[in-house]
């Protein structure tokens, strides 16, 4: 016996449940993924993590996605320096530190808030807090940008895989190698 199925979706869980159920009988068979397409789209900023506040009141809205860590320091600088109206003491220096994966800020005119509600700085790894202008100010830990660390297939009639000591289900697995949107 030889069957083929296909599932298509946009929802990051894609489940099937045959009915009446696919009767196997006796004997061994074999379960073989052909082919999967997928595409890095996994968003990282969402409106639980997409709001950078900075001085008493101000704040710049990230848009939902799937980000580089550069794309979210462009995006930030460039709607920095539009409500700087040409005054560069009003600006923020935001560097990112490929060798120690960690994030730096500096800003003579704004507090910056990471305290706040929804902050960005959960993906910078920056604790909960306010950071006083006129300082620089270095995350503690290496920047979080990533959200999806694997991917996995599972099908329950497949067994003979294990995650951590424990029997599973897992048909395929793999890490996104590609950058966001690809």
């Known amino acids: 016996m030889s069957l083929t199925f296909s599932l298509n979706g946009t929802e990051s ?8 159920p ?8 074999e379960c073989a993924l052909i082919y999967l397409k997928t595409f890095n789209s996994i968003p990282n900023v969402d409106e639980s993590n997409n709001l950078f506040h900075y001085g008493a009141d101000n704040v710049i ?10 794309d979210i320091i ?3 600088e460039r709607e920095l320096l539009r409500e700087a109206k040409d005054d560069p003491f009003k600006l923020i220096d935001i560097e ?6 960690k994030c730096s ?12 509600e929804n902050s960005i700085g959960r993906i910078f790894r920056f ?17 979080n940008i990533l959200i999806t660390n ?15 000591n424990e029997s599973s289900h897992v048909l395929y697995e793999f890490s996104p190698s590609v950058p966001p949107g690809y």
């Open 150 to 164: 694997s991917i996995r297939v599972e099908c329950n009639i497949i067994q003979g895989s294990f995650i951590n």
């Open 74 to 76: 462009q995006y930030l």
């Open 105 to 116: 800020f500096h800003s003579p005119y704004y507090d910056i808030h990471f305290e706040r």
């Open 22 to 29: 696919i009767e196997l009988g006796e004997g061994e068979f």
């Open 96 to 101: 990112a530190n490929t060798n120690t994966m």
């Open 13 to 20: 869980t894609l489940s099937v449940n045959f009915l009446p």
């Open 127 to 143: 604790p909960q807090k306010l950071f006083p202008k006129n300082q620089l100010h270095e995350s503690d830990q290496a920047i």
């Open 61 to 70: 809205t990230i848009p939902e996605g799937s980000y580089e860590l550069d």
